[in-house]
């Protein structure tokens, strides 16, 4: 799907508060196959009907109704005919803008409770008189504004649940969305098939059908250009976009030298010869290890790669554009711009005004190159993406890889880059990868790979005393790599990775392994 345009199925529109759940609401609402979309908690009575939406959620999030700058929603949203649920902070702010009493709390209520279902509710139909569910809200309410009717309590609160059946408004106090209520997914459900009309039509393969569909129509008889890193995101898009246009797609492959091992190799395998693919391979490796000669500071040689890919990029596509032909010309850019990078998220902590950023990530291409951007899975979130490669056949290598970074072995190395330095990290890379996936332990974590420390230390091997380098193990646990847990991992695997390396790979003769977490360190090393 384009930018502009959305799903045509049933959807459904979430107002962001600044929980940490609105993306989890989100996913849930997705996993029950309703499309949802997120939106800034401000948005107008137009704009939320102009999405076409079936329902409106309200999220939770951390602010009191009663703080100077606590986020409103725009009351008139309760006017455009649509069924609304408000959960935790999304009830107090239906309760206390529809004339109930919401009572101002400094204590949190948290923790698992006992659901009691005391009046006929939608929401709660085919489930049973009590269920167990999950709190966590601070101020709480205490009468209910006109119209309205308690459904369920709790043992802290005879408003767990409310309604306005006439209007269609909801409002719970705990989480449906966590896995801690294990009824909440039927609960969402509820609101989305019962109250809203939602039909379960949002599927990968819908998705694919119409997403292929606006690609044809908005690239016409034009060409695309899509920089593939071999990573999940870029790899989905380009088979996607060659699903839709086959051989108006050209993919630039840059070897930029910091690769790992075969990596070049089995991606163009993959989407040459398996795919059939249009695949510019530009082996830059030269001209990117000559920048980086002698250049340990860590931030210079992250600049010095990532200038130095423009570079090559524009130079690839300039060599594309100047074989336009009649047929049509290079017009788009294609990216694999992901959901979570251009929802506007919200941080509730002082002015709202200031607090409203939108994540565009374009990959830092300039814009002089002059494309039209073509982001066709910036409606999706990973693990749909995921989906859609498996649906597109895509081999479970790729889709579900591990993340690596843009500039490579480089910020594994730690100070200058040396070609030596780089067999020695590549080979020692390819031990931890192919015994992870042999102990069944590479898709159960984040990220697991070696570390080169160009530091010295003593060993021996046979008779002979060494001076050889370090190689460090990094393995973590994460979701979303902003912060991460190092993973304690069976001492047996340490083992066998690290005999394999001190006995297999040159020059190296010390393991360690790294058991720092984010923050404060980070996952790479540089
Ligand atoms: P750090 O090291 O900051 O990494 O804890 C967080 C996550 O981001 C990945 N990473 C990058 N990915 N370009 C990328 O595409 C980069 O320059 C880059 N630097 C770090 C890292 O592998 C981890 O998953």
Redesign the pocket.
């Known amino acids: 799907m384009s930018a502009e345009q959305a799903f045509q199925g049933s959807k459904v529109v979430i107002l962001d508060f600044g929980s940490q759940y609105t993306q989890v609401i989100a996913r849930r609402v997705r996993e029950s196959r309703v499309y949802s979309e997120i939106l800034p908690f401000n948005s107008s009575p137009e704009q939320i009907h102009a999405t076409g939406a079936k329902g409106i959620l309200l999220s939770g999030g951390p602010a009191s109704v009663f703080s100077k700058n606590a986020p409103r929603n725009d009351p008139a949203i309760f006017d455009l005919g649509l069924p609304v649920l408000g959960i935790c902070y999304g009830v107090q702010l239906i309760a206390h803008q529809l004339g109930g009493i919401v009572e101002f709390s400094d204590k949190r209520e948290y923790g698992p409770g006992t659901l009691r279902i005391i009046g006929a509710s939608p929401l709660f139909e085919g489930l049973p008189s009590e269920i167990m569910v999950w709190n966590s809200h601070g101020d709480r309410l205490t009468r209910l504004p006109p119209g309205f009717a308690s459904v369920a309590s709790t043992e802290n609160s005879p408003f767990a649940a409310i309604q306005h059946a006439e209007k269609s408004i909801f409002g719970l106090q705990f989480h449906p969305e966590v896995a801690h209520t294990p009824l909440g997914k039927d609960v969402l459900e509820n609101f989305l098939y019962r109250a809203c009309g939602c039909s379960p039509d949002w599927t990968m393969g819908s998705f694919i059908e119409q997403s292929c569909h606006e690609i044809r129509e908005r690239v016409g008889v034009d060409k695309v250009v899509l920089g593939l890193?071999g990573?999940v995101d870029s790899s989905v898009a380009a088979a996607l976009i060659h699903q839709a246009i086959g051989d108006q797609l050209t993919c630039i492959f840059v070897n930029n030298g910091l690769l790992r091992e075969f990596e070049a190799e089995t991606v163009q395998k993959i989407f040459r010869e398996n795919f059939r693919v249009s695949l510019k391979y530009v082996d830059a490796s030269k001209r990117f290890l000559g920048k980086l000669e002698g250049v340990s500071d860590p931030e210079i040689k992250?600049k010095i790669i990532?200038t130095e890919f423009v570079r090559v990029f524009e130079g690839a596509t300039e060599e594309l554009k100047a074989t336009d032909d009649g047929l049509g010309k290079y017009r788009f850019l294609a990216q694999g711009t992901l959901y979570p990078d251009v929802i506007e998220s919200v941080s509730i902590s002082g002015n709202p005004a200031e607090l409203i950023k939108s994540h565009h990530n374009v990959g830092g291409l300039p814009e002089k190159m002059h494309f039209e951007l073509l982001e066709p899975l910036r409606h999706l979130f990973k693990d749909e993406v995921r989906h859609v490669g498996l649906e597109l056949e895509l081999p479970r290598e790729v889709v579900f890889r591990?993340?690596?970074?843009?500039?490579g072995l480089a910020?594994r190395i730690l100070g200058a880059v040396t070609n030596e330095y780089l067999t020695i990290l590549r080979h020692a890379d390819e031990i931890v990868e192919s015994e992870m996936k042999a102990a069944d332990w590479y898709y159960r974590v984040?990220?697991s790979f070696a570390v080169l420390l160009p530091i010295r230390s003593v060993g021996v091997k046979g008779d002979q005393r060494t001076y050889e380098n370090t190689v460090v193990l990094r393995i973590v646990e994460?979701q979303d790599?902003?912060t991460?847990n190092w993973v304690k991992v069976p001492y047996d695997i340490l083992s066998r990775i690290a005999s394999r390396i001190l006995n297999e790979v040159k020059l190296v003769n010390r393991v360690c392994y790294d058991i720092s977490s984010?923050p404060p360190?980070?996952?790479?090393?540089e």
Do not use: D, L, Y
């Open positions: 890193s990573g992250r990532g591990q993340p690596f970074p843009g500039p910020v984040w990220q994460s790599g902003m991460a984010k360190s980070t996952i790479e090393w």
